[in-house]
């Protein structure tokens, strides 16, 4: 996906994004202001705007943080749904001034499971343990309970 990201950057942010049913133009709309990444509910925690930096990096110029992938920025701000982030404008006037990630992916020819999300949270929340599936996984069925390493073989 940050691949997918990167190389369609510029277009998203030319993009027109009044095409979206929800979208609406923030008060004080300036053709020349940007869209950038952000956090669905901000409002409640801190300020975190993405953009991507001419040198090919993720920026957030709210935590002033530099980011190698999208990944990496999402670790970073907590989040690990792509429908908590949203694109586009957020200027708390009260306007939905944005669309969701899935959305913009799906439009744009991404293809995004969600259930893949559910199973990248697992997997991170492992690795940060210094947990591995080998080691911690059983598979349950009617006949038996195995473990991953036995799962895998069949």
Request: charged content about 25%; glycine content about 2%.
């Amino acid at each position: 996906m940050d691949t997918f990201l990167k190389l369609n950057f510029t277009r998203f942010q030319q993009l027109d994004l009044t095409k979206y049913e929800i979208f609406q133009k923030p008060i004080s709309f300036n053709k020349k202001d940007k869209p950038c990444f952000f956090p669905a509910d901000e409002l409640s925690t801190d300020k975190r705007h993405l953009t991507l930096t001419r040198s090919n990096t993720w920026y957030d110029y709210t935590a002033k943080k530099e980011f190698s992938t999208f990944d990496h920025w999402l670790d970073d701000t907590g989040y690990y749904y792509l429908s908590q982030i949203r694109f586009g404008f957020n200027r708390f006037d009260g306007r939905k001034s944005s669309i969701s990630l899935p959305d913009l992916l799906t439009t744009h020819g991404y293809y995004h499971d969600p259930k893949m999300d559910e199973v990248t949270k697992f997997i991170k929340k492992l690795t940060i343990e210094n947990k591995t599936l080998e080691s911690n996984v059983l598979v349950w069925s009617p006949a038996m309970v195995q473990s991953y390493n036995q799962f895998m073989k069949e």
